[in-house]
């Protein structure tokens, strides 16, 4: 059974940044890709960012593109979302998943796996 755990959320300023960690368990994540999701209140659930299992393909929606970064390090079995230049629209609870597919993915129908989840607010 796999299991993901996010870090890193919290109050942050308006153009502050922000690093959310995902730590994964119960299996290497080395061949899967994995991605961020976020929801705010009342809101659907959108997609933020995904990488490959290699880690050299990246997309990024684009209300985050040129802000946000996803990384991963599969010797440490965790993939990273470092959030800059935060905008009080940035507030959602953000979701690490793992699909079990290599190659990137961008609808939340083709993760297998979800964490708990990690409360990001930022104030104006």
């Known amino acids: 059974q796999v299991q993901l755990v996010e870090s890193g959320g919290g109050l942050v300023q308006a153009g502050g940044s922000l690093r959310l960690s995902c730590a994964a368990s119960g299996r290497t994540l080395s061949t899967w890709s994995m991605g961020w999701f976020r929801q705010a209140p009342g809101k659907e659930q959108d997609f933020v960012a995904t990488v490959s299992s290699s880690g050299f393909v990246r997309y990024y929606a684009d209300a985050v593109l040129g802000r946000f970064t996803i990384s991963r390090d599969n010797a440490k079995n965790a993939v990273y979302l470092q959030m800059n230049s935060l905008k009080p629209e940035d507030s959602a609870v953000y979701y690490c998943?793992?699909?079990?597919?290599?190659?990137?993915?961008?609808?939340?129908?083709?993760?297998?796996?979800w964490g708990q989840g990690t409360q990001v607010t930022v104030s104006s």
């Open positions: 998943a793992a699909s079990l597919k290599s190659v990137v993915a961008r609808s939340p129908s083709e993760y297998a796996y």
